[in-house]
């Protein structure tokens, strides 16, 4: 059998200051339980990690977190277009290359659906739609 650990014992933890496995020190106990460690190299106190397991999970954390990003992206194009949509004033208007668009008018695509007219160039203009800008051609001058 293993000897039991206690406070004061040295115990390899993952550290959140030097992000590596480490020897550490245990300062406080709940029972069996690790819940505080003192890390010996950067002297940090911190909740007890397992290594191996933390490693996993902190990797299916970081998994989450840029799925939550990209799904927050998307987000913001919609809540850009809604407020577009909610703002804007006048008729939706076919698009039709031939015509010379303003900011702010709405556009309805026959492919895209209905999109707000964020800015115009020469001969195109920037055009959001629900799901990302696109630059279409327009008669702008
Ligand atoms: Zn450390």
Not at 96 to 101: C, D, E, K, S
Not at 110 to 134: A, H, N, P, W, Y
Request: hydrophobic share 35%; proline share 1%; with cysteine.
């Amino acid at each position: 059998m293993d000897k039991k650990l206690s406070a004061g014992d040295d115990v390899d933890s993952y550290c959140t200051r030097c992000r590596l496995d480490l020897g550490h020190i245990i300062i406080a106990m709940i029972g069996d339980k690790i819940v505080k460690v003192k890390c010996k190299t950067c002297g940090s106190t911190h909740t007890f990690r397992s290594t191996g397991v933390s490693r996993i999970s902190s990797t299916v954390r970081r998994t989450g977190a840029s799925e939550r990003k990209a799904t927050s992206m998307v987000a913001t194009i919609e809540a850009v277009w809604q407020a577009g949509i909610a703002e804007a004033r006048g008729p939706e208007v076919p698009y039709n290359m031939g015509i010379a668009f303003k900011v702010g008018d709405i556009i309805g695509h026959s492919v895209f659906g209905k999109g707000i007219v964020q800015r115009t160039e020469f001969r195109k203009c920037l055009v959001i739609f629900r799901d990302k800008e696109r630059m279409l051609v327009s008669s702008n001058t």
